[in-house]
């Protein structure tokens, strides 16, 4: 099994170059001068902005969707509805023509009439 030795490190360290500054001190720096706030407006506070400003249009995006789809159950409810009444509508003119009455009046126009004799009864003997 091997053994743990520590690394010698041969050359110095070279030193880093600086760090360029990032968005939020960009956006801080901005600030400061556009509106002459010095140093009272640190990158924290406008880390903190930021991310209320994102909360925001994030709650105002959820509020957009839950009313659209209101709007869309309402609609879909209304749909239902009419073909409900339309579906109710189209069966009773349904039972109201299947009456042997109503049958009996369409087919006198065709030159049928109701038999009012009833049928006679076969009879086979063996």
Request: proline share 5%; aromatic share 10%.
């Amino acid at each position: 099994m091997a053994t743990n030795t520590f690394r010698h490190r041969s050359a110095p360290a070279v030193p880093k170059a600086p760090r360029k500054a990032g968005l939020f001190e960009r956006i801080n720096t901005w600030l400061s001068n556009r509106f002459n706030l010095g140093d009272s407006l640190p990158t924290e506070t406008l880390k903190r902005i930021v991310w209320l400003g994102v909360l925001c249009i994030f709650y105002i995006y959820v509020q957009h969707s839950y009313e659209g789809f209101i709007k869309k159950i309402e609609k879909t409810r209304n749909d239902m509805e009419e073909k409900r009444a339309e579906y109710i509508s189209q069966k009773s003119r349904y039972m109201f023509a299947s009456k042997q009455s109503e049958i009996a009046k369409k087919l006198t126009d065709k030159g049928l009439e109701e038999n009012i004799t009833p049928p006679n009864k076969i009879v086979v003997k063996e």
